[in-house]
């Protein structure tokens, strides 16, 4: 049987920065025809919330998985961590109140559907396993929200598309499937395995069709001023997916 699923990362809901309403109805339709739906990390930011508190933007941030669970019930819906979302109460709330929602389940680090695999893109920073990945998360984990003039001035260089070459010039293709792909060998998820296709987020550069040592990655971009954005698309033959081998919580 095959199925389609559609990917998406790095929407930093609650930051001034983000530009997702203008995308909202294309995340809707892909749901709405997709039967698996991968939240590829990043999806909020806790640290650059503009609500009144951390606890409001966790207690937010459950809100809106519950409600895209419940208006899209035949959808499946898997939420991958990244860096701005490895936040100690939002982990605890997915640990404690997932369950709420029958079509949800999560993952630390990555998610395999037949020749696909999904994941947040962290590991471009360094040739990493998952104890340094998670080192490189810890940052996040107790991280207090950003004050209100760092807000501010934050907002502003995204405003005057300060940061827009960050990406381009930091975070090359070659470079970036390079080190997916060490991470990929060390979870013994290389293309030996049959993978074919990555998807991952992170580095905020859409990057669509890139061929690297026989597969291909995708990026969807990330929707904020001056970045490409889409929701990705693809299909799997099979049944279950296979998520994290190695789960594992907390901070090292």
């Known amino acids: 049987m095959q199925n389609r699923i559609s990917f998406i990362s790095d929407l930093h ?6 530009e997702f ?29 503009t609500l009144p508190s951390l606890e409001a933007t966790v207690e937010a941030a459950f809100h809106w998985l519950q409600k895209l669970g419940q ?16 936040c100690g ?19 630390h680090f990555y998610l395999r559907q037949g020749e696909n695999l999904f994941l947040h893109g962290d ?12 080192k490189y998360r810890s940052r996040w984990l107790h991280r ?7 807000r501010g001035a934050y907002y502003l260089v995204h405003r ?27 979870i013994g998820e290389g293309p030996e395995t049959g993978v074919r296709n990555v998807y991952f987020g992170h580095i905020h550069r859409r990057m669509l069709n890139y061929r690297y040592r026989g597969m291909t990655f995708h990026n969807c971009g990330a929707p904020i001023a001056g970045m490409r954005f889409r929701v990705l698309e693809t299909h799997y033959d099979g049944d279950a997916p296979s998520g994290d081998k190695h789960r594992m919580v907390g901070a090292v």
């Open 71 to 86: 208006e899209h019930p035949h959808c499946q819906i898997h939420y991958l961590l990244g860096n701005h979302d490895y």
């Open 123 to 134: 590991a471009v920073e360094g040739k990493w396993n998952h104890e340094r990945l998670l």
């Open 13 to 18: 809901l609650f930051a001034r920065r983000s």
């Open 160 to 186: 005057a598309r300060l940061h827009h070459p960050l990406p381009y010039l930091i975070h090359w293709k070659r470079r970036a499937a390079n080190r997916l792909l060490a991470y990929m060998n060390y």
């Open 21 to 49: 309403p203008r995308y909202a109805e294309n995340l809707r339709t892909a749901a709405r025809r997709s039967s698996v739906l991968v939240l590829g990390g990043d999806i909020f930011d806790f640290s650059w919330s």
């Open 144 to 150: 207090p929200m950003a004050g209100k003039l760092s």
């Open 89 to 107: 109460p939002f982990i605890e709330m997915l640990e404690q109140r997932s369950g709420e929602i029958p079509n949800f389940s999560w993952h």
